[in-house]
């Protein structure tokens, strides 16, 4: 078995000791003689394996009875309008940071549902380079909540402060969630999809706090609310079972790591790394991001030309390291670095770089 350095955006590099605890259990899950996904989740088994994950969920994060962890269906982009159909009373502004596509893509479904105001928009021509700042977010006043993208996956930046905000901040943390301790607490409402840094795509977490699930709106689809799958404890309708396995063995993965603490070692590490390279060499690579906010999960540059960046590319792909194509409505290099990327691969692409550099 030869595995790649995988650089990918999502669906991302898993670790490999998560694939093959996954493998040994495939075939038999805990001597039941069938696999997770021949399994009821009516059943026992089932019931374990989920509230495993939940657990695992509130542990890592810090969080105790005072949220609730859902584990639908949907993906982050479903959560784009089941957040304000929830949310957002029908008199209420929700306020929205937009700092890039994702961001504004939550906005554009908020608008569907609800009165919204983009309290900060940090894109110039289409590019984004930065987050606000606190004194740039012009906050309604008695907001419903404040929606922001942690991580901007797309471009490659990411807070490193959240901003003081009266009403419930809501973030989707897809693309940096359990890569560095926060303080989940002042959060009331985080969502993810799990391609990212938890899991196989086909589950997204949804963290919220009881008070606003207890106000959530209702009158709305069963499945598009979160009482429902709350009351339900996530198993209102089938679950994706195996995806929600395989969450609760990253996140176990995760703990025995060091949780939180120990991810934010291992990506700074791997972050500095990157960045080291790139600011060594500003005549060959450019990162068009703001220093503050740099992303230590998605770590975009350029090359002096689009040729060399294509070559770049390809000569990457031939040394097994792949993923490192930009978005393409961004173009240049992006080198995703969740979780499951190893430090290893990053000193090897490192070492990529600086000859690739030399040899131009
Ligand atoms: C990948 C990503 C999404 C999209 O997630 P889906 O699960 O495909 O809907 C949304 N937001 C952010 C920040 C992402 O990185």
């Not at 689809?221 to 009482?227: G, H, Q, R, T, V």
């Not at 089938?238 to 703990?255: D, E, I, Q, S």
């Not at 240049?332 to 430090?343: C, F, H, L, Q, T």
Request: charged residues 20%; aromatic residues 8%; proline residues 4%.
């Amino acid at each position: 078995m030869e595995r790649v350095y995988n650089f990918s955006a999502g669906p991302s590099a898993l670790p490999l000791a998560v694939l093959q605890e996954a493998a040994a259990d495939f075939y038999d899950i805990a001597g039941t003689g069938k696999s997770v996904m021949e399994t009821s989740h009516r059943s026992q088994e089932y019931a374990a394996i989920n509230q495993q994950a939940q657990a695992l969920v509130k542990e890592l994060l810090g969080l105790g009875d005072e949220y609730k962890v859902l584990l639908l269906s949907g993906g982050a982009s479903l959560q784009f309008a089941m957040v304000p159909m929830n949310l957002l009373k029908p008199d209420a502004t929700a306020d929205y940071l937009v700092t890039g596509s994702w961001a504004s893509k939550a906005a554009k479904e908020g608008k569907v549902i609800g009165r919204i105001n983009i309290a900060a928009d940090t894109g110039q021509d289409g590019v984004y380079c930065r987050v606000p700042n606190q004194q740039e977010c012009k906050l309604s006043a008695n907001g419903a909540y404040v929606h922001l993208t942690a991580n901007n996956t797309i471009f490659g930046t990411q807070y490193h402060s959240y901003p003081q905000t009266e009403a419930p901040l809501v973030a989707d943390m897809s693309s940096d969630i359990m890569s560095r301790p926060f303080d989940a607490k002042r959060f009331g409402l985080i969502y993810a999809g799990a391609q990212k840094n938890l899991g196989p795509a086909g589950v997204t977490l949804v963290v919220i706090r009881e008070d606003l699930l207890q106000q959530s709106n209702s009158g709305l689809p069963s499945m598009l609310s979160y009482k429902t799958h709350a009351d339900k404890d996530s198993l209102y309708n089938t679950p994706p079972c195996f995806n929600v396995y395989m969450l609760g063995r990253t996140l176990a993965w995760v703990k025995a790591q060091g949780g939180l603490e120990g991810m934010a070692q291992r990506t700074q590490r791997k972050a500095d790394l990157l960045y080291q390279a790139i600011d060594q060499n500003p005549d060959f690579f450019r990162a068009p991001v703001d220093r503050e906010s740099r992303s230590t999960m998605n770590v975009v540059f350029r090359l002096p030309t689009e040729d060399l960046e294509k070559r770049f590319v390809e000569q990457g792909k031939s040394a097994k390291m792949i993923g490192l194509k930009g978005h393409r409505s961004v173009g240049g290099i992006r080198v995703s670095i969740y979780n499951g990327v190893e430090p290893e691969w990053v000193e090897a692409l490192v070492q990529f770089m600086e000859e690739f550099a030399r040899r131009a």
